[in-house]
């Protein structure tokens, strides 16, 4: 599979939709807006991965992880899996490109039509609940669920299945497979991605390495890029804004070292956006848009729900469970089965592949959906300690006897001498519940980081009557039942969700709602007044828990609102789907990037001399400065190449020209190009479009001259740039002025420090991309300076 993202070099200033963010939400809106032909940028703050790019090693999964807790950020910046720590409530969800669809268990499960009863959703749906129904169909057609075949195919019954049925008919409740999205067959997909089937390994949380899964990746993000929609990764979004008639989206690009300069956000402006971050990042966005002038509803932040997520534990079971998922014991990670192989299937299976329903309840907030999960492989090492020490601290054993309890201890030695595959941990069943909390928790900005406050809410009956099911489950397989570790009087009772919902919730005015029943933003306190083309598509415009996964509501939300903002443009989506070529796998090229800033004065009052201008510059106080990130995406075609071209994106801040930073984008460097005028020198090249935020363009050309003279000075060559800007998208406009700007010192140390290499395989360090780059700039400094010397 290739990748589906560009180089962020390839970054313009404008475009007619910009989508924040890839969960079923961002995906669904990018795909819908380029179906429509519109012209589309889709923006995701997180990385993105291939087949066999996951982590499988706890020590990967570790350099993955991203905990936030108010002012406290621990690891990664965009990792992966990120943890936001709140107050009686936490949130783990999905950092990447297809977001949370990457690390959750892939259930795809209607909610029950009398959850949209409730007063808290718009009229417009209550009145209507056909158009979600659609929306809920279509939807189903591009994830494609099914449920695990098993005994078909080569797919075997699944130990923690046949718990599941056992528990069940104990528990007298309905019982059966659930529809997920999972692959279950080698093929190309009506999207034109080669899938493997699934071989069973479990490890769907942390990043399925078989291509099996149907994430976003694999079906709404490849649609939208057939049609034409360009995805940007490692680009978090700060706020918006609106300038006249344009929403102006303010960025920050990740691991490019653009902080170390202390450098302004780019901006992109476009006429809609769709911020669909996540319930927590479309939150923050409208936050910190609303503290920048944004006029939006005070129910910003309101409304926030854990979707009544309870995780818990029947631990040393005294039937096998099997749910261990297996990482690297799998073998080769890279999906090979459409190359003619097969893998084997295991007996682990899908994350979750079976349902205990117990929604059938005369009050709907007292149903629940029970359901097993797997241990990804990735944590398997930390479960023997951890659910050791838990079961002899909140653990409650189900069962009794002399000789039940010698063969607990058995197990439990060995899983202790044998390893997760092996005893006690091997007979745990993993469960995951899902049912109807209040949904009264609130976010906030403060410090400039979201907060969640919900008081209590673990101490809600609910969960009292959640956990004595989970009981009832253990007990029909004589385990020790472990509640929620969190969960717990010492811990005050605190819940972790994987569904956080709400934050941006629908409503029929500004007050009762953020956004309608689209999900079209309202501007102000009260009434129905709207901000045009802004829009929310994601979990948070949910304004109550479902009372099961969320993600099929969500996404039927999603393609509905699309359908109703395309009426609105006197436009209907095309649903179909063209015979697509499959695209060759193109084999990965290592690059390399770096940050540069310099800074100097130019003047509009001297357009030939550059010397000249720099002296009129600095008595004028018309300082010039630019931060830019370099980069190559193949460094041995870039050093092969006697042009020597790489991209270049960033800022530039030019107070005579703009009161706001400039936009640098279609940015274009060359290293070491000749100069035909002497074979003595040799110069580096920069070129960039510049846009402002007063709506002008103008063009930004600048070299430094490397050349062999009596005085050596290898620094004040290379770090000298001499500039000319001109009127206009190229250098055929006028000129407006010129000047020069410089590295500093502590600058260029700086620099050095954001060299790092790109599209590095797993496995590989990249180290030789950076080596292969360093060693050509020494090499032409020598060929300059020292062997032009000694002719």
Request: glycine share 10%; net charge neutral.
């Amino acid at each position: 599979m290739n990748r589906l993202s560009k180089p962020i070099t390839e970054l313009k200033s404008e475009y007619e939709v910009i989508v924040i963010g890839s969960g079923y939400g961002g995906s669904i809106a990018a795909s819908r807006m380029s179906r429509l032909n519109k012209k589309v940028c889709l923006l995701e703050k997180g990385k993105e991965f291939l087949p066999g790019e996951f982590p499988d090693k706890l020590l990967e999964a570790g350099k993955e992880m991203q905990i936030n807790k108010g002012k406290t950020d621990i690891g990664d910046n965009n990792g992966l899996y990120e943890f936001v720590i709140g107050k009686d409530i936490s949130v783990f969800k999905g950092c990447g490109l297809g977001g949370t669809s990457l690390v959750n268990a892939n259930v795809s499960i209607e909610a029950e039509e009398r959850v949209f009863d409730d007063s808290l959703w718009p009229i417009a749906i209550r009145n209507n609940m056909d158009t979600l129904k659609e929306g809920i169909a279509v939807a189903w057609d591009m994830l494609k669920p099914v449920p695990y075949p098993e005994g078909k195919n080569g797919y075997p019954v699944l130990a923690k299945t046949e718990g599941m049925r056992k528990s069940a008919a104990a528990m007298q409740e309905n019982f059966r497979l659930l529809d997920i999205n999972v692959n279950f067959e080698n093929k190309v997909n009506h999207v034109g991605i080669k899938q493997c089937k699934c071989i069973n390994c479990g490890d769907c949380v942390t990043g399925c390495n078989h291509g099996a899964k149907n994430t976003t990746a694999m079906n709404y993000l490849p649609d939208a890029v057939n049609h034409g929609a360009q995805i940007f990764t490692e680009i978090g979004v700060s706020h918006i804004e609106r300038n006249e008639n344009k929403w102006r989206v303010y960025c920050n690009l990740y691991n490019t070292g653009r902080e170390k300069f202390d450098a302004p956000p780019l901006v992109i402006s476009a006429d809609s956006v769709f911020v669909c971050a996540g319930s927590l990042g479309s939150t923050e966005i409208l936050f910190r848009s609303a503290e920048k002038g944004l006029d939006v509803s005070d129910m910003l932040g309101k409304r926030f729900s854990g979707n009544g997520d309870v995780l818990g534990f029947g631990y040393n079971n005294d039937v096998k469970i099997n749910g261990i998922g297996l990482g690297e014991k799998t073998g080769n990670n890279k999906p090979e089965c459409n190359e003619g192989g097969d893998k084997k299937i295991f007996k682990v299976g899908p994350c979750i592949t079976s349902v205990i329903d117990i929604r059938n309840k005369e009050e709907l907030e007292e149903g629940m959906t029970l359901e097993e999960g797997t241990v990804p492989a990735p944590i398997k090492s930390i479960m023997i300690p951890a659910l050791t020490s838990l079961s002899r601290l909140v653990g409650r054993d189900t069962d009794r006897g002399f000789t039940d309890y010698i063969k607990e201890k058995w197990r439990e030695f060995l899983s202790w001498i044998g390893g997760a595959y092996r005893g006690a941990i091997n007979h745990t069943q993993v469960y995951l519940v899902m049912t109807h909390d209040s949904g009264d928790g609130e976010m906030e900005l403060k410090n400039d980081h979201l907060k969640i406050n919900w008081k209590g809410v673990g101490k809600d009956e609910i969960f009292k009557k959640v956990s004595n099911k989970l009981k009832e489950a253990t007990k029909a397989l004589g385990g020790n039942y472990i509640k929620n570790p969190s969960w717990t009087k010492l811990m005050n009772y605190d819940l972790v969700t994987v569904h956080p919902l709400g934050g941006c919730i629908m409503g029929d005015d500004a007050s009762s709602g953020v956004v309608d029943h689209k999900g079209q933003v309202f501007k102000g306190k009260l009434g129905n007044t709207l901000h045009p083309g802004l829009f929310v598509m994601d979990g948070a415009i949910l304004p109550r828990p479902v009372g099961t996964n969320p993600l099929l509501t969500i996404s039927g939300m999603a393609e509905r609102n699309c359908k109703l903002i395309a009426h609105d443009m006197n436009r209907q989506i095309p649903y179909g789907f063209e015979m697509l070529e499959v695209k060759a796998n193109m084999p990965i090229k290592q690059g390399v990037q770096f940050t540069e800033t310099m800074k100097g004065y130019f003047s509009l009052d001297e357009k030939e001399d550059y010397e000249e201008a720099f002296k009129l510059g600095k008595q004028q106080d018309s300082t010039f400065e630019f931060t830019l990130t370099i980069r190559s995406e193949d460094v041995e075609s870039f050093l092969s190449d006697p042009d020597h071209l790489a991209g270049m994106l960033g800022t530039m801040e030019a107070p005579k020209l703009s009161a706001y930073p400039l936009m640098a984008y279609r940015g274009e460097f060359n290293l070491f190009v000749a100069d035909p005028s002497s074979s003595e020198k040799k110069k580096m090249i920069y070129n960039a479009i510049l846009k402002s935020k007063e709506g002008k363009t103008y063009y930004f050309s600048g070299y430094k001259e490397i050349e062999n003279n009596d005085s050596v000075d290898v620094w004040l060559d290379t770090t000298t740039l001499f500039i000319t800007i001109y009127n206009g998208k190229d250098n055929s406009g006028k000129v407006l002025g010129k000047g020069k700007l410089k590295i500093e010192m502590a600058d260029f140390v700086k620099q050095l420090t954001t060299m790092r290499p790109v599209n590095v395989e797993k496995g590989k360090s990249g180290i030789g991309s950076v080596s292969s780059f360093g060693k050509f700039f020494a090499a032409n400094i020598w060929d300059t300076f020292v062997k032009g010397g000694l002719k």
